[in-house]
């Protein structure tokens, strides 16, 4: 099929070039070098040849008879992306050529000769570019030396230091007259070759007092002799070990932190070569975080930290540090010093009620706690109102501030007043709260009559709702006609009576009152009141039968517990008797002894303990002075055990 198509176009290129459609029968002829053995790529023209139309096109033909390429052609429409650039170029390899041009694979003997490119425009008349291709023998391909003349095969030299001096030379063995050898760096030629010696070229590069700009520098020799036939190169590349040009903990001017509350901070290094290890320090501590990474691009590193410091770390210095591991005697790092604190926190943990009378002045305090000090405090009403107050540090304290607000209430005042503080770390999550209510007298107290010695009384009073105002309990004692015996006030509420006998039958009353006036009364009749303790006054007789009961009951006592002791002492004999048959009972270190268990501690079932706690007994000294609450235990009693009377009647104490 190729060779029908050659003949096609072979056909129609002459009888074109018959026909007289030329510009010039005699064009000049272009004598251009090919390396024998390698590609050749002949242009059409002295540069590329831009085709007019979509009806134009290009021929290929050597020694004006035999038929090579035509441009376009169904491979390269293929090729194009989209259908408004079909005369591109084709890229191989890393460098592009244009598609009008003819490739000569492995140039040999039979590939010299006259070729012709002619090109059809579609609006004007048809062009010829004559090539005459002859051969040439290649020059080699280059070594490189460094100032040791020693040959470099690896590709790249160094790792240099900032300041260090670098030797390259580059020699190719040819003895051609028109053979080129000169170097490039990153593409730009920077030294031609001259003649060392008979049949050598010679190139040298030399770099003093290197700079950053020498990293990863491209260093290519190159060797050309042709026309049309790519150069012979060999080429290295710069390596160098660099110190950090910049190191920055990036925190956008905010050293600012709240306690305990995570955030990233990244610390940047810039143009450390090798990419350095970046370790985290707050004052002497080495930072272990949960979320560190390392981010390598280009000249920058990256390292992200996430801190959530305390307070105890406040004014210490927050180090981010680089290390190259080639540069070991330097300390690259930066650092800054954190300002830990925390928003205000409220110092009531309840809702207090405040009294209010309209258009009468009202004050309420607030009191928080913050670090640093608050920049204001702002007060909320049910209505949505809001009100602002300034700051009073609380003397003797560092982080204590309270803010006080007098006003006038009105109706809309009811309900609930919040109050919030602001600092630089942001306004306080949980405001102090305060109810409003309607102002009043202060309610009548709830009192407790209680004897403490046999002619002394307590009276202990739980004041109610103050009614917006301070408030103070009163005490009034009344004979049996009426007669006013004691006035007492006090403002916690508790009253001490010394003096007072069963049979005189007194009576008192209590209230409360405050700046609004005073609570209703309440009766107290102490006659009635039960001694917590044995009466002097108690009959012969009925102290003579309590002595007997108490020695019955310490006698049933005794007898119990001598019980109890000879029970212990046969069970524990008659363990001792079975351990020669029970060889898997293992002695204790105490003494006792214990059977090897079946089963892991992990497989012991709750329930199936026999020493279980009575559901019925409580501790009664649990917020006793003593440290260590004494609890009663029965023991053989489970949780679904007959009612209680089945139990053991003697218990023991144990601390649990």
Same mark, same amino acid.
Not at 123 to 131: E, F, G, Q, T
Not at 312 to 326: E, I
Not at 508 to 537: C, D, F, N
Not at 587 to 601: I, L, N, V, W
């Given at each position: 099929?190729?060779?029908?198509?050659?003949?096609?176009?072979?056909?129609?290129?002459?009888?074109?070039?018959?026909?007289?459609?030329?510009?010039?029968?005699?064009?000049?002829?272009?004598?251009?070098?090919?390396?024998?053995?390698?590609?050749?790529?002949?242009?059409?023209?002295?540069?590329?040849?831009?085709?007019?139309?979509?009806?134009?096109?290009?021929?290929?033909?050597?020694?004006?008879?035999?038929?090579?390429?035509?441009?376009?052609?169904?491979?390269?429409?293929?090729?194009?992306?989209?259908?408004?650039?079909?005369?591109?170029?084709?890229?191989?390899?890393?460098?592009?050529?244009?598609?009008?041009?003819?490739?000569?694979?492995?140039?040999?003997?039979?590939?010299?000769?006259?070729?012709?490119?002619?090109?059809?425009?579609?609006?004007?008349?048809?062009?010829?570019?004559?090539?005459?291709?002859?051969?040439? #023998?290649?020059?080699? !391909?280059?070594?490189?030396?460094?100032?040791?003349?020693?040959?470099?095969?690896?590709?790249?030299?160094?790792?240099?230091?900032?300041?260090?001096?670098?030797?390259?030379?580059?020699?190719?063995?040819?003895?051609?007259?028109?053979?080129?050898?000169?170097?490039?760096?990153?593409?730009?030629? !920077?030294?031609?070759?001259?003649?060392?010696?008979?049949?050598?070229?010679?190139?040298?590069?030399?770099?003093?007092?290197?700079?950053?700009?020498?990293?990863?520098?491209?260093?290519?020799?190159?060797?050309?002799?042709?026309?049309?036939?790519? %150069?012979?190169?060999?080429?290295?590349?710069?390596?160098?070990?660099?110190? %950090?040009?910049?190191?920055?903990?990036?925190?956008?001017?905010?050293?600012?932190?709240?306690?305990?509350?995570?955030?990233?901070?990244?610390?940047?290094?810039?143009?450390?070569?090798?990419?350095?290890?970046?370790?985290?320090?707050?004052?002497?501590?080495?930072?272990?975080?949960?979320?560190?990474?390392?981010?390598?691009?280009?000249?920058?590193?990256?390292?992200?930290?996430?801190?959530?410091?305390?307070?105890?770390?406040?004014?210490?210095?927050?180090?981010?540090?680089?290390?190259?591991?080639?540069? %070991?005697?330097?300390?690259?790092?930066?650092?800054?010093?954190?300002?830990?604190?925390?928003?205000?926190?409220?110092?009531?943990?309840?809702?207090?009620?405040?009294?209010?009378?309209?258009?009468?002045?009202?004050?309420?305090?607030?009191?928080?706690?913050?670090?640093?000090?608050?920049?204001?405090?702002?007060?909320?009403?049910?209505?949505?109102?809001?009100?602002?107050?300034?700051?009073?540090?609380?003397?003797?304290?560092?982080?204590?501030?309270?803010?006080?607000?007098?006003?006038?209430?009105? #109706?809309?005042?009811?309900?609930?007043?919040?109050?919030?503080?602001?600092?630089?770390?942001?306004? @306080?999550?949980?405001?102090?709260?305060?109810?409003?209510?309607?102002?009043?007298?202060?309610?009548?107290?709830?009192?407790?009559?209680?004897?403490?010695?046999?002619?002394?009384?307590?009276?202990?009073?739980?004041?109610?709702?103050?009614?917006?105002? %301070?408030?103070?309990?009163?005490?009034?004692?009344?004979?049996?006609?009426?007669?006013?015996?004691?006035?007492?006030?006090?403002?916690?509420?508790?009253?001490?009576?010394?003096?007072?006998?069963?049979?005189?039958?007194?009576?008192?009353?209590?209230?409360?009152?405050?700046?609004?006036?005073?609570?209703?009364?309440?009766?107290?009749?102490?006659?009635?009141?039960?001694?917590?303790?044995?009466?002097?006054?108690?009959?012969?007789?009925?102290?003579?039968?309590?002595?007997?009961?108490?020695?019955?009951?310490?006698?049933?006592?005794?007898?119990?517990?001598?019980?109890?002791?000879?029970?212990? !002492?046969?069970?524990?004999?008659?363990?001792?008797?079975?351990?020669?048959?029970?060889?898997?009972?293992?002695?204790?270190?105490?003494?006792?002894?214990?059977?090897?268990?079946?089963?892991?501690?992990?497989?012991?079932?709750?329930?199936?303990?026999?020493?279980?706690?009575?559901?019925?007994?409580?501790?009664?000294?649990?917020?006793?002075?003593?440290?260590?609450?004494?609890?009663?235990?029965?023991?053989?009693?489970?949780?679904?055990?007959?009612? @209680?009377?089945?139990?053991?009647?003697?218990?023991?104490?144990?601390?649990?």
């Amino acid at each position: 099929m190729f060779t029908a198509l050659s003949t096609m176009f072979y056909g129609i290129f002459l009888s074109i070039y018959l026909s007289g459609y030329v510009v010039s029968l005699d064009p000049e002829v272009v004598v251009l070098r090919a390396v024998r053995g390698r590609d050749a790529r002949l242009p059409c023209g002295q540069g590329k040849v831009f085709l007019d139309g979509p009806d134009s096109y290009i021929l290929w033909l050597k020694n004006d008879r035999d038929f090579l390429y035509r441009f376009p052609n169904e491979e390269i429409e293929r090729r194009a992306v989209n259908r408004d650039r079909i005369f591109g170029t084709s890229c191989d390899a890393g460098a592009c050529y244009d598609d009008t041009s003819l490739l000569l694979k492995r140039v040999t003997e039979q590939d010299s000769g006259i070729y012709r490119c002619r090109v059809h425009y579609q609006a004007s008349p048809s062009l010829d570019y004559v090539i005459d291709v002859r051969l040439v #023998d290649s020059p080699g !391909i280059p070594r490189i030396h460094n100032e040791l003349n020693e040959e470099i095969k690896r590709g790249y030299v160094g790792p240099l230091s900032l300041g260090a001096n670098l030797t390259l030379i580059c020699e190719v063995d040819d003895d051609q007259p028109d053979t080129l050898v000169y170097w490039r760096r990153n593409g730009v030629v !920077i030294e031609r070759a001259h003649t060392a010696r008979a049949g050598v070229l010679r190139a040298d590069v030399r770099v003093h007092n290197a700079t950053r700009d020498e990293l990863d520098a491209h260093y290519e020799c190159l060797a050309q002799n042709a026309d049309v036939t790519e %150069p012979l190169s060999a080429s290295v590349v710069v390596k160098m070990y660099l110190p %950090p040009l910049n190191i920055e903990i990036r925190l956008n001017n905010n050293v600012d932190f709240e306690a305990g509350q995570p955030r990233v901070v990244d610390c940047v290094v810039v143009g450390c070569v090798p990419p350095p290890s970046i370790t985290w320090h707050l004052g002497d501590t080495l930072l272990r975080p949960s979320v560190h990474k390392e981010l390598h691009d280009g000249n920058y590193t990256v390292s992200s930290l996430t801190l959530a410091p305390s307070l105890r770390d406040s004014k210490h210095d927050l180090v981010c540090r680089a290390h190259n591991s080639h540069l %070991p005697t330097s300390v690259f790092e930066d650092k800054v010093t954190l300002n830990v604190g925390y928003r205000p926190i409220c110092l009531t943990t309840r809702e207090e009620m405040v009294g209010a009378i309209v258009q009468e002045a009202e004050t309420v305090t607030c009191a928080v706690e913050a670090s640093p000090d608050p920049l204001q405090f702002s007060w909320t009403f049910a209505d949505s109102r809001t009100l602002y107050t300034s700051v009073k540090k609380v003397a003797g304290s560092h982080n204590r501030f309270t803010s006080t607000l007098t006003w006038l209430p009105r #109706d809309g005042d009811l309900g609930l007043l919040l109050c919030r503080a602001t600092n630089s770390f942001g306004e @306080q999550k949980r405001p102090c709260s305060y109810t409003i209510a309607p102002g009043s007298p202060p309610h009548v107290p709830e009192c407790v009559v209680l004897r403490s010695y046999p002619h002394s009384i307590r009276v202990q009073c739980q004041k109610g709702w103050d009614g917006g105002r %301070p408030q103070t309990i009163h005490l009034e004692l009344f004979n049996l006609d009426g007669t006013l015996l004691h006035n007492m006030s006090n403002a916690a509420g508790h009253f001490h009576l010394p003096d007072i006998e069963d049979d005189r039958n007194l009576s008192a009353t209590v209230y409360a009152s405050s700046a609004r006036g005073r609570s209703e009364s309440k009766s107290l009749h102490l006659q009635t009141i039960t001694p917590l303790s044995a009466s002097v006054a108690e009959d012969v007789p009925v102290r003579t039968w309590t002595r007997w009961l108490e020695a019955c009951a310490g006698l049933v006592a005794i007898a119990a517990a001598v019980a109890a002791a000879a029970v212990c !002492i046969k069970l524990i004999k008659a363990k001792r008797d079975n351990l020669e048959h029970n060889p898997d009972l293992v002695p204790r270190s105490d003494g006792s002894f214990h059977r090897e268990p079946d089963f892991t501690r992990e497989e012991r079932v709750l329930g199936t303990t026999n020493i279980t706690v009575n559901q019925l007994a409580s501790c009664q000294n649990q917020y006793s002075a003593s440290p260590v609450p004494g609890c009663r235990v029965l023991v053989g009693c489970g949780t679904h055990s007959p009612p @209680q009377d089945s139990c053991p009647t003697s218990q023991h104490s144990y601390y649990v």
